[in-house]
């Protein structure tokens, strides 16, 4: 059964980067049909869907974020990634990976990881 | 983006009530939507996908159903595991979204 574990800093300064690594076991990150996905969750707010990344290597974002995401594979380590760029308190979340198959349901999530952005 | 709106945000139950809760997408989804479950701590649990069809190993006490851009999760007989915050999602438009949540809480 695929599992999914996020890693990551837990604290990132306003304007830097945050980077994010999910970690996939019980199976490999390059089976087909298999959507890799971000997912964060300020708190009291709703889920939003950050971006996905397809087993190609190919990317979609969420038009709101776009400019400051990155989504990647490194199947080498069976894990895939997530970088966003000028973060601010916004940015604030508990942030998952996901995965779902062809209609977009998500599946299989990790536990969730905390990112606070302050200095 | 598809607005989602829940309703109601919270309810108190007891085991063995029939719990009915709504979600209304902004627009047009056909059958791209789904369910969640979400206890402290862990992350969203899929339930059912594509309106109805309860993803494995979940119990049939839960279903789902839609009249339109209506959507319905129901629990036929609530049980203790089943207090936790509820999730509908859309994916039929890009970026997929998500309603703010309903809480069941034990009355």
């Known amino acids: 059964q695929v599992q999914l574990q996020e890693s990551g800093p837990g604290l990132v300064k306003p304007s830097q980067t945050l980077s994010l690594t999910c970690t996939v076991s019980?199976?490999?990150?390059?089976?087909?049909?298999?959507?890799w996905t971000w997912i964060r969750q300020p708190a009291g707010t709703a889920l939003e869907w950050i971006g996905r990344?397809?087993?190609?290597?190919?990317?979609n974002y969420n038009p709101s974020l776009q400019s400051r995401v990155t989504i990647s594979l490194d199947t080498s380590k069976n894990q895939f990634s997530l970088k966003l760029t000028s973060v601010t308190a916004a940015d604030t979340a508990l942030y998952y990976c996901?995965?779902?198959?062809?209609?977009?349901?998500?599946?299989?999530w990790g536990q969730g990881t905390m990112v606070t952005v302050s200095s | 983006d598809v607005q989602m709106t829940q309703s109601p945000s919270s309810l108190s139950a007891s085991v063995g009530d029939r719990v009915i809760i709504t979600c209304r997408a902004g627009?047009?989804?056909?059958?791209?939507f789904h369910w969640y479950q979400q206890k402290p701590g862990s992350g969203p649990k899929l339930l059912i996908y594509d309106v109805s069809t309860l993803q494995a190993g979940v119990p049939s006490r839960f279903s789902g159903s839609e009249s339109g851009t209506d959507f319905t999760l129901t629990i036929s007989s609530l049980q203790p595991e089943d207090f936790a915050t509820y999730y509908c999602?859309?994916?039929?438009?890009?970026?997929?979204?998500f309603g703010p949540g309903t809480t069941v809480e034990m009355k």
């Open positions: 996901a995965s779902h198959g062809g209609n977009a349901a998500f599946d299989i």
């Open positions: 019980g199976g490999s990150i390059s089976s087909t049909s298999h959507y």
């Open positions: 999602q859309q994916s039929y438009i890009n970026p997929p979204t």
């Open positions: 990344v397809y087993t190609d290597g190919s990317t």
């Open positions: 627009q047009t989804i056909r059958k791209y």
